[in-house]
Every structure is written in C-alpha cells, then in structure tokens.
C-alpha cells in the first residue's frame, strides 16, 4: 500500500504504477490462480484493444474467482469478437459530434474536451475503444483554433475533460490547459471525467491538488466505480483529497451483466459511495459499442432494479438510470 502522506504523494510515483500496468493476459491469470482459463482470451481482440490494468486493481479481485466482478470488466473474452446487430464502432455518434479539433457538442451550455486517447486501464464495455483519437487530440495541434471555438460560443459555460482520461496528462499540462479556460470569461465550470482516483488513486498527488484549489472555475469531479469492490481505504484517501480541494464529487457506472446488475450490488455500490462522500450520479444503460454485447443488460431489467433499490435506500443514493442517445438533447432518462 502507498503511504497516503504529502511527502510520498509524488508525480514519480503515479507515474512509476501507470507505467508498470499488467498488459499480458496470462500474468493476469496466474496471478489471480487462474491459468485453466487460457482457452477463453480472444487474441484478435488484443491487437486492436489491449488488455492494461494497474497492479492496484488487480490487488483487489479475488483469487481463484473468474466470475470476480472486477475481473470480468478488464478481461478480453472469446465474447468480444461476437458481432451482434446494434453493437457498433460509434454507439453514441461522437463523430457527428465534433464541432473543432477535440470539441464533441452534444448539449447545451456544455462542450467536452477529448484531450487524450491513454487510459490508466481498458474497461472492456469502452464505448470509446475504436474512437479515432489521432485525429482528435487538440492539445497535438490546433490548439489555439480549439480555444477560439469555445470562446465565440458564449453559450458554453461548462468544459469537460475527458478522453481517455484526462488525469493521465501530467499537471503541467493540465495545469496549462486550465489556464487557457479560465480566460474565456464565460466559462464557470470544469468537469473532470475520470477512472483514475478509482484504478489508480496514487495520481491525485500534491501537484494536481494545487493547481485544482487555484482555479477561478468551479471543478466537479465524476469519477466511474461500477462495485463497491472498487473503493478501498486508499480510494477512499484520494477522494477525500479531491473534496477537501474544493471539488463536487459524482460517480456514474455502467449497468452490466456479470459485474453488478443485481439488488445487492447496486445496494452495495451507493452505500460505499455514500461512506466517502461520492453521489451516485448516472447508471447508464450499456452503450452499444462493438465488442461488448456481453456486458448488456435489458431496459426492463434496469428499470426493475431500480424500482427496488429505490425501496431500499433513501432518494439521494439512487442513481438514475439513463441511457445516451444520438441526437437527444440530453441523456434520456429510463428510470
């Protein structure tokens, strides 16, 4: 475990465990005491979308358990290479969605920022695994062109970082990218979308924290657990961190077969967000990205569960489930 202290906090040290992320199927399995499983990764699906997990995450998966439900959400399955009708390459039309160099526009008051295409780990349900990112990172070229377009829109109040993750990005840059929004004087807030507090909680260091309690603009960080698994104690320390910085914290999570489509671990997931102060925030409906049409859950299931934990924990803790869609002017809300 990494000492939750100022002093070991470093850039060195996120970085070292970024860098040192299991990529190789096999050492995935032995090391969880699951070698008999071999037969069951696709390795034509590796090419195009490899396996990448922190060491962290794996610490907390159960050993000797395939059905483990963290597992299951990093793992690439024979599945994978199924195709199925409905389960395309741009799920959510993100390519019809970009207005300049980086900018997707789907809403009002809000324009999201894909600022990189790397990931701490690859979720295999990404609804973003064939998005072209070479052709989209404003922050390689065209920078100045992106931040003109947001600033002629004095409709836009709102920037979200994503990718990818954004957090992967070393503060500096972060930092220099912040400073460039808070010019355009229109711009209020900025949202952070990001696993990495969840997968990789070294990285909300000292360095990130600082340039975050510095900015005019009001920061929400919504980060994605799927299983109360998910958040140990040193989860916990690093979004105890991103609060105490002046940050608003959401989560949202994927419905998905196998991993968390039932009463209790939806139960589970609100209460342990509640623990550390997280609101749970969306529970999307499976976007349907080719690849991962083993992950769907039905509507009516969703709606069911919900229905039930809606009688089991008070209003604040129930997520709303929602599903995106191309071309609606905002998530469409199912229950």
Not at 249 to 262: E, F, M, R, S
Request: aromatic share 6%; hydrophobic share 40%; with cysteine.
């Amino acid at each position: 475990m990494i000492p939750q202290t100022q002093q070991l906090d470093t850039k060195q040290t996120w970085q070292t465990a970024l860098a040192s992320c299991v990529k190789d199927p096999i050492s995935l399995l032995k090391q969880l005491g699951l070698t008999d499983k071999l037969d069951a990764i696709d390795s034509e699906t590796l090419k195009k979308f490899p396996l990448r997990v922190p060491q962290s995450y794996i610490n907390k998966m159960r050993y000797g358990d395939a059905n483990d439900p963290l597992l299951r959400q990093v793992f690439p399955l024979i599945d994978e290479s199924l195709d199925v009708e409905h389960f395309v390459s741009d799920p959510v039309g993100d390519s019809l969605a970009v207005t300049a160099p980086g900018i997707l526009q789907k809403y009002h008051g809000r324009a999201l920022l894909v600022t990189t295409g790397a990931c701490a780990i690859h979720c295999r349900y990404c609804f973003r695994r064939h998005f072209p990112y070479s052709d989209s990172n404003p922050l390689a070229r065209q920078w100045l062109q992106t931040l003109a377009t947001l600033r002629d829109d004095s409709t836009i109040n709102e920037v979200i970082l994503s990718g990818g993750d954004p957090l992967v990005l070393a503060d500096s840059k972060l930092a220099a990218i912040v400073a460039d929004l808070e010019k355009i004087s229109h711009i209020k807030r900025l949202r952070i979308h990001t696993r990495l507090p969840i997968v990789l909680p070294e990285r909300i260091n000292h360095n990130l924290l600082q340039w975050i309690e510095k900015t005019r603009l009001q920061v929400i960080v919504v980060v994605h657990a799927n299983h109360a698994n998910e958040i140990d104690d040193e989860v916990a320390a690093a979004l105890d961190r991103l609060r105490l910085a002046g940050c608003q914290l959401l989560n949202q999570a994927v419905l998905l077969k196998g991993v968390n489509d039932t009463e209790e671990s939806l139960v589970d997931l609100s209460e342990r967000l509640s623990d550390v102060d997280v609101m749970p925030y969306y529970l999307h409906l499976l976007d349907p990205v080719a690849g991962a049409s083993h992950f769907d859950v039905p509507n009516q299931v969703g709606i069911e569960l919900i229905a039930n934990i809606r009688k089991k924990l008070p209003g604040y803790l129930v997520p709303r489930l929602v599903r995106e869609q191309q071309g609606e002017a905002s998530k469409t809300i199912i229950a």
